[in-house]
């Protein structure tokens, strides 16, 4: 047995004496937040990395969602996806607007297009897909849906970092895209989020919003919200950056061992990516199915009794909570494919600094659980 716990992700950090120099300048400066010099540095540097026009950062992820919502004036109902972290849910719900939970596709885990127009009523607004593990919706069949009902589509990107489509960046899709630079994230600020936007003019009123609706130092304009990241945070994000090339490449590696190691397991099934052009090996799911000799439950729990804590991500259903079980669409019978791989599912650990000894020791006990 590991003496050291594995688990399920570790976040990357780089040299703490590389990031003395940013806390040195932060001192100097006295500038703490509200659009710092790195704040600054860091929406130009991420545009370039990422192959975006415009990008607002935040504080996190959750309130981003949240601004992105108010930004659009999405309003009545949303169709989104239960197979999520609830944060995706929640933004909703802290704006007012009445989910409406549509099943995913059984291969990408994707919300699944050909539900979404079943769920349309003249109370929808808006669909908000989720990048579920890094890989892409079905970006152009969403579009073509939401033009013909004329609705806006938010894509909650917070595992998409990144990551490429069959036309570029998979973050210009939509009205608006929403990142997650979360500790668990592969490009991480501590905690940090932001807003891809499609122009300079919606980027001038989400930075509005964000900043309690000022525009100027007598003017409110909006009902804002106190969302902008600090210094610190974007001082890290800007030598995370330096450090991320180098971090990914090390998880594409443990994702090629994985896949080819556990392929020949019967009822081990990797998630196949979804045709991605450049991916970011954000997780590692696997499905249990009915073939392999232990339970979802059992395998996971064998794998704490080896000190490997995976996640069953995502289970439960966001359309199993309390504040969400008593909707009509998050019934599970509305949600068949969902809520049958929030049964078998388990992320297993990925990250940077994962050694192939414990690599090697995960695969050795899902391929022989006995």
């Not at 716990?5 to 703490?16: G, H």
């Not at 600054?40 to 415009?54: F, M, T």
């Not at 108010?70 to 989104?80: F, K, S």
């Not at 885990?109 to 009523?121: F, G, Q, V, Y």
Request: proline letters at 6%; glycine letters at 4%.
């Amino acid at each position: 047995m590991n003496d050291k716990p594995i688990y399920v992700t570790q976040p990357y950090l780089p040299p703490l004496e590389e990031f003395i120099p940013y806390l040195e300048k932060i001192w100097d400066s006295k500038l703490l937040t509200n659009k710092g010099p790195f704040h600054q540095e860091l929406e130009e540097a991420l545009c370039d990395y990422l192959d975006v026009e415009h990008l607002a950062l935040f504080a996190n992820g959750t309130i981003a969602l949240v601004t992105a919502l108010q930004a659009l004036r999405i309003a009545g109902e949303v169709i989104t996806t239960p197979f999520s972290f609830v944060a995706t849910a929640h933004s909703l719900l802290w704006n007012g607007i009445k989910p409406v939970f549509v099943d995913i596709d059984p291969n990408t885990l994707n919300l699944d297009p050909t539900k979404i127009e079943a769920a349309i009523t003249p109370h929808t607004t808006a669909i908000l897909p989720v990048h579920c593990y890094g890989n892409p919706c079905d970006v152009d069949a969403i579009q073509t849906i939401a033009d013909n009902y004329n609705v806006k589509v938010i894509y909650d990107a917070a595992h998409a970092f990144g990551v490429q489509c069959h036309c570029g960046s998979v973050l210009k899709h939509g009205d608006l895209s929403v990142l997650s630079f979360h500790a668990t994230k592969v490009f991480n600020t501590f905690e940090g989020g932001a807003i891809v936007c499609p122009d300079a003019r919606t980027k001038q009123h989400i930075d509005n919003l964000k900043n309690f609706g000022f525009v100027n130092e007598t003017t409110v304009v909006a009902s804002g919200i106190n969302g902008k990241m600090s210094e610190f945070n974007a001082a890290l994000g800007l030598l995370q950056l330096k450090h991320l090339d180098r971090a990914l490449a090390r998880r594409c590696e443990i994702d090629h061992t994985y896949r080819e190691l556990l392929k020949d397991v019967p009822g081990i099934r990797c998630v196949d990516q979804a045709g991605q052009h450049a991916a970011n090996y954000a997780y590692f799911p696997i499905l249990v199915e009915a073939d392999y000799p232990l339970s979802r439950d059992a395998l996971y729990q064998k794998l704490r009794e080896n000190n490997i804590y995976g996640r069953r991500y995502f289970y439960p259903l966001i359309s199993e909570f309390p504040m969400y079980r008593g909707l009509s669409s998050a019934q599970r019978s509305n949600l068949p494919v969902a809520s049958e791989i929030a049964e078998k599912v388990i992320c297993l650990p990925i990250y940077p600094a994962l050694s192939n000894n414990d690599l090697n020791y995960i695969i050795a006990i899902i391929s022989d659980p006995q």
